[in-house]
T-cell receptor
Framework: GQQVMQIPQYQHVQEGEDFTTYCNSS?????IQWYKQRPGGHPVFLIQ?????EVKKQKRLTFQFGEAKKNSSLHITATQTTDVGTYFC?????????FGTGTRLKVLA | NAGVTQTPKFRVLKTGQSMTLLCAQD?????MYWYRQDPGMGLRLIHY???????AKGEVPDGYNVSRLKKQNFLLGLESAAPSQTSVYFC?????????????FGPGTRLTVL
């Protein structure tokens, strides 16, 4: 069946370092979404990408959608302690949204 | 706007007991979803609804039932709870379309089945 894989599973960085998480789908996606979940919290929508090769920026966050629409990445420049949490990608599958397993980011001050 | 609310926040059940989780949204969204989140497995869709009076199965529907009698409410029922249903349950809603557009999540219900 359709799968959405994310790597890495965990990432520990020093505050100020950059961070990247990658999302790979086994099938072509019509769109891809990114969510952030703080420890003990609920997923919060960050962005949706729709076009092949699309790049969107939100302050220190840069999101990319691959040319083949099968992969995506989230890059955070100069991480801060407020970036701590788990980042999920999600893509539409047959009658469902498929969430990746997430990348848990820990930022060391 | 309260957004998406869920009750209860926590619950402990014994095997075989039943319960209903309530999700309410005040954003007039057509689409609503129930997910479960287990460690290391991301979010998995249990059931969803495209409007009042309609429901459909998601990825992991077994052992759960749902109802959407009113547009703003989406209920998730466990008929006979099992330890495998220990999880965090999230409700979500969206307005743009089924599986498209931002999903707004509730704060979650942490359920433990002993």
């Amino acid at each position: 069946g359709q799968q959405v894989m994310q790597i890495p599973q965990y990432q520990h960085v020093q505050e100020g370092e950059d961070f990247t998480t990658y999302c790979n789908s086994s099938t072509t996606l019509s769109n891809i979404q990114w969510y952030k979940q703080r420890p003990g919290g609920h997923p919060v929508f960050l962005i949706q990408l729709v076009k092949s090769g699309e790049v969107k920026k939100q302050k220190r966050l840069t999101f990319q959608f691959g040319e083949a629409k099968k992969n995506s990445s989230l890059h955070i420049t100069a991480t801060q302690t407020t970036d701590v949490g788990t980042y999920f990608c999600a893509g539409p599958g047959t009658y469902k949204y498929i969430f990746g397993t997430g990348t848990r980011l820990k930022v060391l001050a | 706007n309260a957004g998406v609310t869920q009750t209860p926040k926590f619950r402990v059940l014994k095997t075989g007991q039943s319960m209903t989780l309530l999700c309410a949204q005040d954003m007039n969204h057509e689409y609503m979803y129930w997910y479960r989140q287990d460690p290391g497995m991301g979010l998995r869709l249990i059931h969803y609804s495209v409007g009042e009076g309609t429901t459909a199965k998601g990825e992991v529907p077994d052992g759960y039932n749902v109802s959407r009698l009113k547009k703003q409410n989406f209920l998730l029922g466990l008929e006979s709870a099992a330890p495998s249903q220990t999880s965090v349950y999230f409700c979500a809603s969206s307005y743009r379309g089924l599986f498209s557009g931002e999903q707004f999540f509730g704060p979650g219900t942490r359920l433990t089945v002993l």
